[in-house]
């Protein structure tokens, strides 16, 4: 595990946090919600000349090149789990942001997920494995990622409430785990020139998964909770992405006697991914702008009330 991997995969991971955060506050200002498609398209028009979102979508553009350079110098299973820190990075940059601080289970599970994280990858030892795929497997690992997913949501689209959320959840996880290796398989085949990487299908593959990952996240978001969607999220990305790179890049994590510190790692990262999913700092009106906190007719009402007096 390279210093140099764990630092871009971190900084990937606030730079993903700090855009859901800019964007998030550049829509809780945008009061027409409105379900109308032109409606929709007038307030996509608004929102790219305010800029907080367009702040965020520089840093989503960032948040790519930062995790390819992470995943060029080091492996998924490292990349990935670390990648799960974007959760705590949403609460501090939110809290400055939104200009409230998190309580103290929010913190707690700060804790839980920090130690989580360095007792799984440090009883693990991810080794860093090939740059780019062992040949003739992407097409099972491909047919495997389609099956699970299209199974989380099939499942997921028969169900209602918490259990909706969580298994559109768990089928974003695993798409947005294959477009991590697929990002990986590209950055490898780097080195063939640029014109080669343009030719390939791994490029294009990664575009499409992502979508279809960010597609079904937002589904996940409808459907219920946090509390529901963000711990399979946030566990079944990292877990998938180690499977993917054992799978396919021959990367290998220690087993025998390290097994246990391992599940307890990951069972830590559950309780604090629950824990930040479940805080009060998560729900209510913590991620609103303030006009937004206070009711899209604050401004209105303000004014009548001062008409009468």
């Given at each position: 595990m390279s210093v140099l991997t764990v630092v871009l995969a971190l900084l990937a991971a606030l730079s993903n946090a700090a855009a859901s955060v800019l964007q998030r506050r550049a829509a809780a200002q945008d009061e027409?919600?409105?379900g109308a498609v032109h409606?929709?398209?007038?307030?996509l028009l608004r929102l790219v000349r305010d800029r907080y979102w367009v702040g965020g979508?520089?840093?989503?553009?960032?948040?790519?090149?930062l995790q390819a350079a992470a995943l060029a110098v080091g492996s998924l299973a490292v990349v990935q789990p670390l990648m799960a820190t974007e959760l705590l990075f949403t609460l501090v940059v939110g809290s400055v942001v939104f200009h409230r601080r998190p309580d103290l289970r929010t913190w707690l599970a700060f804790v839980a997920l920090a130690v989580g994280l360095a007792l799984f990858?440090?009883?693990a030892s991810p080794a860093a494995g090939h740059d780019t795929a062992t040949p003739g497997r992407w097409g099972w690992a491909g047919l495997a990622l389609f099956c699970v997913v299209t199974g989380f949501a099939a499942v997921g689209s028969a169900v209602r409430g918490?259990?909706?959320a969580a298994l559109f959840g768990s089928a974003s996880a695993v798409a947005f785990g294959g477009t991590a290796a697929l990002l990986k398989e590209v950055t490898g085949r780097f080195p063939q020139g640029v014109g080669a990487v343009l030719t390939q299908w791994p490029l294009y593959a990664t575009g499409v998964v992502g979508v279809i990952g960010f597609l079904l996240l937002q589904s996940a978001l409808r459907a219920?909770?946090?509390?529901?969607s963000q711990p399979a999220l946030t566990l079944g990305d990292a877990l998938t992405s180690v499977a993917l790179g054992w799978a396919l890049f021959g990367e290998e994590i220690v087993l025998g006697v390290r097994v246990l510190p391992e599940l307890i790692g990951i069972a830590l990262i559950g309780l604090g991914s629950v824990g930040l999913a479940r805080a009060p700092s998560v729900h209510g009106t913590w991620d609103t702008a303030p006009a937004a906190r206070d009711g899209?007719?604050?401004g209105r009402r303000q004014e009548q009330e001062q008409k009468q007096t």
């Open positions: 027409d919600r409105a409606t929709v398209v007038r307030s979508a520089a840093l989503l553009a960032l948040t790519t090149v990858l440090g009883a918490a259990p909706r219920g909770t946090l509390a529901a899209p007719g604050k």
